[in-house]
């Protein structure tokens, strides 16, 4: 049984840092790529970053426009965990985050699109007060 599992959130003031985990078991997945997505309360769920591992073996991070210059996102393939290192943190980072694998290794498409992702985590809950 394949299995992502998030940790890391919790209540933090507003300028303040949090890094998330993303500890997977039940199968590697060190040459598929994987990102993290957030749904705050009444809205949909968005796109916030994602990293793939190129043939060669190079690294490519992908963040959305909010994310971009607050958030960097790492894997630790040896302990099959990405994590999400969130700083400057705003009001409106207020929500659930959830990390996610595409299991298909030669899926070439966005890697902000949902529907590309098959596997899901629970999701932590990052609360950011004003």
């Known amino acids: 049984q394949v299995q992502l599992v998030e940790s890391g959130g919790g209540l933090v003031q507003a300028g303040g840092s949090l890094r998330l985990s993303c500890a997977a078991s039940?199968?590697?997945?060190?040459?598929?790529?994987m990102g993290w997505f957030r749904q705050a309360p009444g809205k949909e769920r968005e796109f916030v970053a994602a990293i793939r591992r190129s043939g060669g073996g190079t690294y490519y991070a992908y963040y959305a426009d909010s994310a971009k210059g607050r958030f960097t996102i790492s894997r630790d393939n040896a302990n099959n965990t990405v994590y999400l290192q969130m700083n400057s943190l705003k009001f409106e980072d207020t929500a659930v985050y959830y990390c996610?694998?595409?299991?298909?290794?030669?899926?070439?498409?966005?890697?902000?699109?949902?529907?590309?992702?098959?596997?899901w985590g629970q999701g932590t809950q990052v609360t950011v007060s004003s």
């Open positions: 996610a694998v595409i299991s298909d290794s030669g899926y070439r498409g966005s890697y902000q699109l949902r529907g590309a992702y098959d596997v």
């Open positions: 039940g199968r590697t997945f060190n040459n598929r790529a």
